[in-house]
């Protein structure tokens, strides 16, 4: 056994047979390495210690002696995630197409075509191959857009209302299996839609840095995620410029 502090990024063989899923706890005879640098442009052992990642395995013999480990809700979300890969690649649609369904409806690149993937990025929209917070904004505010004709105007429903869209939220976030993209857009949502629930007046800019003090108390090192400064800088933009 090998001590380590944070957490060991884990090199499987494409060929291997098992398919890892969230809350598996594997065992490995081989060699674990501390993780170094590969290039002098680009410090790749500070990237990872940012996410608590210290060392390396490069697996040829394994096996897994323990599932449903880790939390809960996340096992829950993978879970469901991976269920509904499973119906889109059994759906009868070619491996294409399945592969690029998977990608715009569960944020999975894994399934997809290399060169299909290389030709959404050379075109510059590889952006809509994952399930980001603007594509959950854009389903809730149709949900939304939908409830105003359904539900009567009055207060009652109107608490409501906003209690379907922060289900509605949670849901997609499950669905798409609790991504941080996900989980950034529903904190947020559901900060601003309960704080409007309240006499008291809400504020956006408030609820921004809410969310990020929730994401930064539950994991300070996220500070330092790439995906965490543009997504928070992206819309602290939108709403100081709208």
Request: aromatic letters at 12%; a positive charge; one cysteine or more.
């Amino acid at each position: 056994w090998k001590k380590t502090c944070g957490d060991v990024k884990l090199y499987v063989p494409k060929t291997a047979e098992d398919r890892f899923v969230y809350g598996d706890v594997v065992v490995s005879t081989d060699k674990m390495e501390k993780i170094k640098n590969f290039s002098p442009s680009f410090n790749y052992e500070k990237y990872m210690r940012h996410q608590r990642i210290y060392h390396q395995v490069y697996v040829n013999s394994y096996r897994i002696i323990e599932k449903n480990r880790g939390n809960f809700f996340i096992r829950i979300a993978q879970k469901a995630n991976h269920s509904l890969e499973d119906r889109l690649i059994y759906s009868g649609l070619s491996k294409d197409e399945s592969g690029l369904a998977i990608a715009m409806l569960l944020g999975d690149k894994n399934e997809m075509n290399p060169s299909i993937r290389n030709a959404f990025n050379v075109a510059g929209i590889a952006h809509i191959l994952c399930v980001s917070g603007l594509h959950i904004m854009i389903i809730i505010m149709s949900i939304s857009w939908l409830l105003q004709y359904v539900l009567p105007s009055n207060l009652k429903w109107y608490y409501i209302k906003n209690i379907i869209i922060i289900l509605a939220t949670w849901i997609i976030a499950f669905i798409v299996g609790l991504t941080p993209s996900a989980l950034r857009v529903s904190t947020m949502m559901t900060i601003l839609l309960l704080s409007r629930m309240t006499p008291l007046s809400s504020d956006s800019l408030n609820t921004l840095y809410v969310t990020a003090f929730i994401f930064l108390i539950l994991n300070p090192m996220v500070l330092f995620n790439l995906s965490f400064q543009l997504s928070f800088l992206a819309v602290f933009g939108i709403i100081t410029l709208q």
